[in-house]
């Protein structure tokens, strides 16, 4: 079975540095996804960045960035110019994609961000 | 465009009773599959489909029950709920994306269901 663990309960950033969330995982798979999925005070669950084992290049969207290292199964997200909107719980989240184990996430246990002026 | 509809959004419910939290989707999706959102936790999931007709246990599949008979419509049930089943419940569906072994890919979220029982 996958797991996945953020190690880190609680950050701060101030408004325009870079933070970066960390996010290591353990599987015995060679082919996978990888997620980040940011939740606000409404709980919705929203999208922000996936990560194909298969491709080496890391993802990146916007001023959302991923540092992949498989080798290592480590999945860190990294947020450059932080605004106050970034404030959220962060998940990081596990995908084997066979079929029938499509939408089966594993869910690390988040990183509640916190922006400040 | 509305996506995935869960309902009700929130719920009191008291111990021993039953009811069911309605999730449907109108993107034609394949998978389907419910989650449990609990204080200092991820989501865990619960149940889930591969498509109408087949469904499977996750990882804390006890106390719920599902059926998936169309494609749009995965309800969960609780047959006899208790104060443990106290959470927020996520509903979320996907596709296959064709490639990679036929991944979903891009997993869709309902906006939660708030279920406190008492």
């Known amino acids: 079975a996958q797991t996945v663990t953020q190690s880190q309960p609680e950050m701060s950033v101030q408004e325009a540095e870079t933070v970066t969330l960390s996010c290591t995982y353990d599987?015995?798979?060679?082919?996978?996804?990888l997620f980040w999925y940011k939740q606000p005070p409404s709980r919705q669950m929203i999208l922000v960045i996936r990560?194909?084992?298969?491709?080496?290049q890391n993802a990146t969207e916007n001023r959302f960035s991923v540092n992949f290292q498989k080798a290592a199964k480590s999945f860190s997200l990294k947020i450059s110019d932080s605004q106050l909107g970034d404030t959220a719980m962060y998940f990081c989240?596990?995908?084997?994609?066979?079929?029938?184990?499509?939408?089966?996430?594993?869910f690390g246990t988040g990183t509640r961000l916190q922006v400040t002026l | 465009n509305a996506g995935v509809t869960q309902t009700p959004k929130f719920q009191v419910l008291k111990t021993g009773q039953s009811m069911t939290l309605q999730c449907a989707q109108d993107m034609n999706h394949e998978y389907m599959s419910w989650y449990r959102q609990d204080p200092g936790m991820g989501l865990r999931l619960i149940h889930y489909s591969v498509g109408a007709g087949i469904t499977d246990q996750g990882e804390v599949p006890n106390g719920y029950n599902v059926s998936r008979s169309t494609t749009e419509d995965f309800p969960l049930r609780l047959l006899s709920a208790a104060p443990s089943q106290t959470s927020v419940y996520f509903c979320a569906s996907s596709y296959s994306s064709g490639g990679a072994g036929g991944a979903g890919n891009t997993i869709y979220f309902g906006e939660g269901s708030w279920l406190t029982v008492v």
């Open positions: 990560q194909e084992a298969y491709k080496q």
């Open positions: 989240a596990f995908m084997h994609p066979n079929t029938g184990t499509a939408s089966k996430l594993t």
């Open positions: 599987t015995s798979e060679n082919n996978y996804y």
